[in-house]
């Protein structure tokens, strides 16, 4: 009887400590994870957003000196 109390603490121990010590922290930082992600892509949309013209105006400007004349030379 008191054998069987005494397992009975320890099993219900180490499931506590499996659940508080591994369990919970592991899902936490899943959450701030998700979390840093979704502030880092929604960081990037804005800056996209924000210069989007700029950068059509750039390649519109650069596309005209980006080609170069190519003439084969003969000997």
């Keep these: 009887m008191l054998a069987e109390v005494i397992f009975y603490a320890i099993v219900i121990y180490l499931i506590y400590k499996i ?3 591994f369990i919970v ?6 959450r701030q994870m998700k979390q840093q992600f979704q502030d880092i892509h929604e960081h990037m949309q804005q800056r996209a957003n924000h210069s989007q013209p700029q950068h ?3 390649k519109s400007k650069g596309a005209v000196g980006d080609y ?3 003439e084969e030379v003969k000997k």
């Design 19 to 21: 659940v508080f010590d």
């Design 25 to 30: 922290p592991v899902s936490h930082a899943g």
């Design 56 to 58: 059509k105006k750039q």
């Design 68 to 70: 170069i004349e190519f």
